[in-house]
Nanobody
Framework: QVQLVESGGGSVQAGGSLRLSCAAS????????MAWFRQAPGKEREGVAA?????STRYADSVKGRFTISRDNAALYLEINSLKPEDTAMYYC??????????????????WGQGTQVTVSS
């Protein structure tokens, strides 16, 4: 069983930055396909950034140039810059152990964290 724990969320003003982290129950899981999703109230969960086991990345059009996904041996990260009020959401990290390529399809991920809240005020 893979356990994921997110951290780093908070309340910031528009234009600010945050760095989200996701730790896994075993560090080795970080090397699998990983992704960040977000869900705003009343909306479906959407993928914003993914990284494949071979380190290819994929981003949603709405966050390109502002979000950066990365990882090291300890954790998965999401650097968020130029925050906008519409970025307000619960952010989740996810792990997919079956395939290797980066994807923003939530159905491709088997394990999920509990989420960390990001709130952006104008």
């Amino acid at each position: 069983q893979v356990q994921l724990v997110e951290s780093g969320g908070g309340s910031v003003q528009a234009g600010g930055s945050l760095r989200l982290s996701c730790a896994a129950s075993r560090a080795a899981y970080i090397r699998f396909r990983m992704a960040w999703f977000r869900q705003a109230p009343g909306k479906e969960r959407e993928g914003v950034a993914a990284i494949g086991s071979e380190d290819s990345t994929r981003y949603a059009d709405s966050v390109k140039g502002r979000f950066t996904i990365s990882r090291d041996n300890a954790a998965l990260y999401l650097e968020i810059n130029s925050l906008k009020p519409e970025d307000t959401a619960m952010y989740y990290c996810a792990a997919g152990l079956i395939y290797s390529y980066a994807t923003l399809d939530r159905n491709d991920y088997e394990y999920w964290g509990q989420g960390t809240q990001v709130t952006v005020s104008s």
